[in-house]
């Protein structure tokens, strides 16, 4: 949630009124204009002026500029003189919209009493609009449907009402038609959060009590932590204690992004505004904390926050392997700003010294990458994205019998000591148009999914099914938009664990396992999907002088096999006539040369044949 522009203002002592203040998010589906609005409302009420703004102002990541997605929720104070003439604070809450960064639309959702919630015109209800809206649902909160793009030709506003009052059951006869990119409709907006998202409640005299929301490191300031105060108030010079840390710091900032920096004096109940107390690292101010006064402490803490799980784990390899310290200095530097995202060392035959992270899903993973490569000059190798299973040990003479959880397929124990392999399953809910429902429900079979719910809305299929997590984290989003056009939308969580027929297959190069490559897949699929992958190392391997067989194994029984023919070299050319004996010999010696040459000969795997590889995906 850093801020765009840094510049420190005078320290203003102003407290303001709780009945003056409205705290609220914008939620919507990817691409429905949340950053667009949160751009007309900071320039409508004088954020920012004409000359300083830019196209999605919150997001500033260029990365975030480029792909026109919000990967950090970002927060901004806003003022606004109501038609009733009263001066109004709104603390402006812009939100992520794909499903990997919904933790940061449900930090923010904690922080409001409100939501805008945005509907495209031209698209309508979609599956994360319907996943971020009952999430703001579950925290109470008001909720303001926006009818977004209606100056497009396609625009359906009627139609999206309906669907709104369908598929939600939201009244959405006093939605709000607007098209952010135009400005219509933007004071309209703006009235309605006034008149009715509630205002917050608190007792600026109670004890201190202020929910951590969010926190990031800066290069000038130190740690940064974004806070929702509840009840009392907070100065600067006060002491303060960390409730789950155990731990007591000195407040040297209080302030609010405008959304340059504002220094503030204080911050009573119902504020959203930062502060500082000279903290080094972000590991220290873990997100969902309850912050109390550390004389005069608060009873209880706030119910915090669900810690956040990695769901996708890779590993990150360096193409060159002098290049494996500036990788972890890089990636140390990355969590600075994103706690969500973990990793550890780990060390591979084939690929050297790297990195086994821990991502929330693969756009996460994409955009981690990216950044690694693009901000830092790395060069990479991603190993295949994997899940988390649970592995049930039976007891054996040296161990009692236990459950461990296995992130990488080559950290495999002994399959005789397996009595059950768990893996994670998911609930997703896919909205497609008719035409293509065929086509998707044969995508979702085919992943092993079971189908629980099949309802039409608005000419459109809303399809509920439980899949296996790791059928969809290879390639399942890109192939979900190339089977509908991009029309279809996908939203998911985490429902459990369940037994499988699963299964370690190994890649062997020339009888050597090739640790990079192994993976773990369901017992029905492992052939076509050892097939496949022997088909295409055959073709990016480079031929040697001698044969190489490239086997796909389970356990000791091989299950594919392609071989790579050598490079044949003309021994008899020199021969000019003669005894055929002659050539004879010489082919004898060549054949016994290349048979010593299988047996201690290397193969050399070139980096490219790894990034091909496993970025093969499921196109058999």
Known sequence: MAPANRSALCEIFVTVPLDRIRNFSIIAHIDHGKSTLADRLIQRTGGLTDREMSAQVLDNMDIEKERGITIKAQTVRLDYKAKDGKDYV????????????????????????????????????????????????????????????????????????????DIIGLPADDAVLASAKAGIGIDEILEAIVARIPAPKGDPAAPLKAMLVDSWYDPYLGVVILIRVVEGTIRKGQQIKFMQADTVHLVDRVGC????IEQLGEMGPGEIGFITAQIKEVSQTAVGDTITDAKKPTAAPLPGFKEVQPVVFCGLFPVDAADFEKLRESLYKLRLNDA?????????????????????????????????????????????????????????????????????????????????????WIEATIYVPDEYLGSLLKLCQDRRGIQKNLTYVGGRAQITYELPLNEVVFDFYDRLKSISRGYASFDYHQIGYREGDLVKMSIMVNGEPVDALSMIVHRGAAEARGRHMCERLKD???????????????????????????????????????????????????????????????????????????RMGDES
Not at 257 to 260: A, C, V
């Open 257 to 260: 992004f405008r959304p340059k």
């Open 90 to 165: 709104l603390n402006l809450m812009d939100t992520p919209g794909h499903v990997d960064f919904a933790y940061e639309v449900s930090r923010s959702l904690a922080a409001c009493e409100g939501a805008l919630l945005v509907v495209d015109a031209a698209q309508g209800v979609e599956a994360q609009t319907l996943a971020n809206v009952y999430q703001s649902i579950e925290h109470d909160h008001e909720i303001v449907p926006v009818i977004n793009k209606i100056d497009l030709p396609a625009a359906e506003p009627d139609k999206v009402k309906a669907e709104i009052e």
């Open 540 to 614: 990016l391997i480079p031929r040697h002088l001698f044969k190489i067989p490239v086997q796909a194994a389970i356990g000791g029984k091989v299950i594919a096999r392609e071989t790579i023919a050598a490079m044949r070299k003309d021994v008899t050319a020199k021969c000019y006539g003669g005894d055929a004996t002659r050539k004879r010999k010489l082919l004898e010696k060549q054949k016994e040369g290349k048979k010593r040459m299988r047996e201690y000969g290397n193969v050399n795997i070139p980096q490219e044949a790894f990034i091909a590889a496993l």
């Open 340 to 424: 969500s995202f973990s990793f550890e060392a780990e060390s591979s035959a084939a690929l050297g010294f790297g990195f086994r992270c821990g991502f929330l899903g693969l756009l996460h993973l994409e955009i981690i990458q990216e950044r690694l490569t693009r901000e830092y000059d790395l060069d990479l190798i991603t190993t295949a994205p994997s899940v988390v299973y649970r592995l049930h040990l039976s007891h054996s003479k040296t161990e009692d019998a236990k459950v461990i959880e296995l992130h990488n397929p080559a950290d495999m124990p002994d399959p005789n000591r397996i009595d059950m392999i768990e893996e994670p």
